[in-house]
């Protein structure tokens, strides 16, 4: 009665205290999750703990606004300061250093997992390759997601919006199982036919939450009350559990009221049973480790994993049939067997390792992969778990522990990293996306296609990145006909980096299960610019080889030696006068038309070449043309393909139209003919000349000699005898006289010189020019010791000629070089070797008078001279005269010369066999 009273007077003082308090309003984010909380039906909190929010807000005054929103949008509203309060929180470390909370619990709770019809979940372990639904941000995601990865299995968490959601998902077959609190699962259950599993977790207690040091004084109200309505059994808080399907223990009674009775019962109980008591537990005890013991028994006999046991030493001293299943050896065969001999070489170190650690810190292990020889010698891979077996005295026994065989994974995710590998390696895109069309995952390439980093986000879908693939795709019904028929392939367009369209070619597949339901959607993008590119230089290099063929009347085939039957290029055709759309080819119809005539030698130059006689297939002959004339044709060939045993394939050529080509050479040739016979009459017309020639030289020289003498000797006479008588004119008349006849007589001794170099067989010798020139300038230095010359001679100069002109040669041009060196302050003349346009020679080089090059053509001509007279005296026969030597040695004097600056003289000879050596050979 003291306790009911005291709560009375709480209550009234907390109710006095709300009449006297502001009226406030109050934001609080409602989301669905019955019967906890839930919107009404003119939008007002309800459910369980709406309904307590709502009489705590008529006692105290408070104006509650509503505010819809699915959960994890609920917990950021609160956070941003956009609601005062949260119902249905549950307490953990994390959200505490995000929200505050009350200290009196609303509600106790715990997590439980609801499963389908036809799933089998017994234990955590049976979540491995199950599709798991929660809450998104709730703490049953949080708590799964940690469960799974610490016992290394591999299930896959959907996070969803709303309970109802989540659990029609489950109904309707698309997941296995949905995570959600007890009084949200067990009313969702029963409407969606789904049933509680014996997965149980995460005892929690449920709170009202506001904001991070906001709103203090409502938490303070809300402890206020619900300490005093859980303390009485007929408060509101218990007739709204009643109300909503729920009922508790009852109020909360004080403590030491507690310890009061406990004490009291448990003395009446040792007194009154303790032997009796004993005996029962006992008993019970018994029972239930027979029990427990036969569960295991059975869980551990029927179970797919591998559970065993063994000591310190490792022998297994237990083993489930998993044994069998798993690694093919019978359990009596295994217990028998040295465990670490059925390991994988490369994996006993671990192995080892891994019990030796064990031993010492005597602990268990997790998620350990090893590999176990499996009777038909393969291996299989097996993840273990384990833990230590204690004795009454907390010794180190052994271990007992479960493997699982995770071959299947393993190697599943062995592919998938091969095919993930590959698909980073392909230069091509390769995108995939969910049913609804939102990208799940871009290769690198394709990343690279877009312009977007390693790290940065995908768009959602590819109409994102390109407005075009919308066009094309979604609105082209592409992306229909992929759903309904599996795949489509087209082209369409995708934005590079700087904006620019790029043209790809695109394949989508459509990747659905055995029940016909879409997974999901892939698609392979090419980027075709470079192949486009090639393909228009294919076509433009065909064009140019079409054009070439046309311009060289040449036509190509492709000649398959198996069957007889040529693919020939339609410049063929026509060059035969043939249609090319209709013309066929083969190696019959290639012999038909061929002259017969050039048959036999044609068809034994093929054989000979396909047996490899010959080198190489080049044969001309003549085909007959559509309108029945020849035509020659120059064919080539090379075998391209070979069988195994050698024997050619095929053959790839050309077939060149020569007609033109042999027309010219029989044209030639009568040409060559024609000449023939007059170059000879020429030659005889020539030889005559020269014969003719030679005499009038010697008959001009000869006739001219005798009155040259006459003339010469009389006025040398009219000197002698009567200058004394002579006037000074007449003697100037007279010295003219003299002079004039010395210089005819010069000229016709030139001309001699100029006949008698044309004239004789030449004898090709070794001709030393370095001893010719050497003897040739001392005699010039002799004859005018006055002079003061450099003379440079190279050493071992030779050439092939005949001596006799060669020393001609080298005399006139040494006798130019010291005349034309004559006004030269310091004269220097040189002999020396050179070659040029594969002839060798020497040359005669000075620094004396020199000569303009606009006049050199005239050097060479008989009586032309480039200086006067009176400068340097001479007829003008000398160079002349070189030149005929030199051309009847079918070589070249090549001239150049600098005015003021001196002369250089080239002979230039051809490497010919000296004629004492062919003498001597023969």
């Known amino acids: 009665m003291r306790c009911g009273f005291i709560a009375l007077s709480l209550f009234a003082a907390v109710v006095a205290g709300a009449a006297q308090a502001a009226p406030r309003v109050v934001r609080v984010g409602i989301y669905e999750n019955p019967p906890k909380l839930q919107a009404g039906e003119q939008g007002q909190p309800s459910g369980i703990l709406g309904d307590l929010l709502t009489e705590m807000a008529r006692l105290k005054r408070w104006k509650l606004e509503p505010v819809p929103c699915d959960w994890d949008r609920c917990l950021r509203l609160l956070e941003d300061g956009q609601i005062d309060l949260m119902p249905d929180v549950a307490y953990n470390d994390t959200r505490a250093q995000r929200f505050d909370f009350h200290n009196v619990p609303a509600l106790p709770s715990w997590s439980q997992v609801y499963r389908r019809p036809g799933a089998e979940l017994q234990s955590v372990l049976d979540l491995e390759g199950k599709r798991v639904v929660v809450l998104e941000g709730s703490v049953q995601q949080e708590h799964l997601a940690g469960l799974l990865n610490s016992f290394g299995l591999r299930a896959e968490l959907v996070p969803v919006k709303s309970f109802d959601q989540a659990f029609s998902m489950v109904a309707t077959g698309w997941a296995d199982a949905v995570a959600a609190n007890r009084y949200s699962g067990d009313a969702a259950a029963s409407r969606y036919g789904l049933t509680a599993s014996s997965l149980v977790f995460l005892p929690s207690k449920l709170y009202f939450a506001t904001d991070k040091g906001s709103n203090a004084d409502l938490l303070a109200d809300i402890d206020a009350l619900l300490d005093v309505w859980q303390n009485d059994a007929n408060s509101f808080y218990f007739q709204t559990l009643a109300r909503w399907g729920h009922q508790t223990t009852g109020p909360r009674v004080p403590q030491a009221f507690w310890w009061g009775l406990a004490v009291v019962l448990g003395l009446l109980v040792l007194a009154l049973g303790f032997l009796a008591l004993l005996r029962s537990e006992v008993a019970r005890q018994t029972l239930a480790l027979r029990d427990s013991e036969q569960r295991f028994r059975n869980l551990a006999e029927n179970s797919a994993d591998w559970i065993w046991e063994h000591d310190l030493l490792g022998r297994h001293t237990y083993s489930n049939p998993g044994v069998t299943a798993i690694l093919g050896y019978r359990v009596e065969a295994f217990l028998a ?85 590959i698909l980073e390696a392909t230069s091509d895109l390769v995108g995939m996306a969910d049913p609804e069309g939102h990208l799940t995952y871009l290769n690198v390439a394709g990343r690279a296609l877009l312009g977007l980093g390693p790290e940065a986000p995908l768009p959602k879908t590819i109409a994102n990145v390109h407005p ?41 597949l459509s990747h659905k299960d055995p029940q016909g339901k879409l997974l999901f959607l892939s698609t392979i993008m090419r980027d075709v610019r470079a192949s486009r590119e090639a393909e228009l230089a294919v076509r433009e290099s065909e064009e140019r080889l079409r054009l070439a063929l046309a311009a060289a ?6 000649l398959d030696l198996t069957t007889g039957v040529a693919k020939v290029s339609p410049e063929y055709a026509t060059m035969l006068g043939y249609d090319p759309a209709t013309f066929q080819e083969s190696s019959a119809s290639w012999r038909d038309r061929m002259h017969p005539d050039d048959r036999p030698t044609t068809l034994r130059v093929f054989e000979d070449y396909l047996a490899g006689r010959l080198q190489e297939y080049r044969v001309e002959f003549r ?16 075998i391209q393909a070979r069988a195994a045993d050698g024997r050619p394939l095929r053959m790839l050529g050309t077939h060149t139209d020569i007609d033109a080509i042999k027309s010219a050479e029989a044209a030639l040739r009568e040409l060559n003919t024609t000449l023939e016979v007059r170059v000879a009459e020429r030659t005889a017309e020539l030889t005559a000349a020269n014969q003719e020639l030679e005499s009038f030289a010697y008959a001009v020289s000869h006739d001219l000699r005798a009155p040259l ?30 002079l004039a006849g010395r210089k005819m007589t010069d000229l016709v001794e030139g001309l001699l010189t100029l006949a008698r170099s044309t004239r ?12 010719l020139a050497q003897q040739h300038l001392a005699d010039l230095a002799a004859a005018e010791p006055a002079r003061r010359v450099s003379v440079e001679v190279d050493q071992g100069l030779t050439v092939q000629g005949d001596e006799r ?98 002369a250089r003289f080239s002979v230039l000879l051809p490497n010919k066999p000296d004629q004492r050596e062919q003498e001597s050979t023969t």
Request: proline share 2%.
């Open 337 to 421: 067997t040295d465990a670490a001999t059925l390991v994988h070489p490369d994996d006993l170190a671990l192995f080892e390792d891994t019990h030796q650690k064990s031993r010492a810190r005597r602990i268990g292990w997790r998620n350990i992969v090893i590999r176990w020889r499996h009777q038909d010698g393969s291996y299989r891979v097996l993840e273990s778990n384990a833990q230590p077996v204690l004795d009454a005295k907390g010794e180190l026994q052994g271990f007992q522990g479960v493997d699982r065989d995770i071959t299947a994974r393993v190697q599943a995710e062995q592919e998938r990293q091969r095919l993930a590998a």
């Open 468 to 508: 075009r693939w919308a066009s094309d795709i979604i609105l082209g019904k592409g992306l229909q006909m992929a759903v309904r028929d599996g795949r489509w392939s087209g082209e369409t367009a995708v934005l590079g980096p700087d904006g620019r369209e790029i043209p790809v070619s695109q394949l989508i």
């Open 553 to 558: 009347c040449q036509g190509l085939y492709d």
């Open 623 to 638: 085909q007959q043309t559509r309108e029945g004339g020849w035509k020659w044709i120059l064919s080539l060939g090379r």
């Open 709 to 738: 003498r006459a003339m010469s000797g009389f006025s040398s006479a009219l000197q002698e005898d009567h200058s004394a008588s002579l006037s000074s004119e007449a003697k100037t008349y007279l010295e003219q006289i003299v």
């Open 760 to 771: 004789g067989d030449l004898r090709m010798d070794r001709v030393d020019v370095s001893a």
């Open 805 to 902: 002109m060669i020393s001609s040669v080298l005399d006139n041009l040494l006798d130019n070089a010291w005349k034309y060196t004559g006004t030269t302050a310091q004269p220097e003349i040189r002999v020396q070797a050179c070659a040029a346009d594969g002839l060798s020679g020497f040359c005669v080089s000075d620094n004396g008078a020199g000569f303009d090059m606009a006049h050199a053509a005239r050097l060479f001509k008989a009586f032309q001279r480039l200086h006067r007279q009176d400068e340097f005296p001479g007829i003008g026969i000398g160079l002349a005269t070189v030149q005929r030597i030199v051309q009847r040695h079918g070589g070249q004097i090549r001239a150049q010369g600098v005015p003021g600056q001196g």
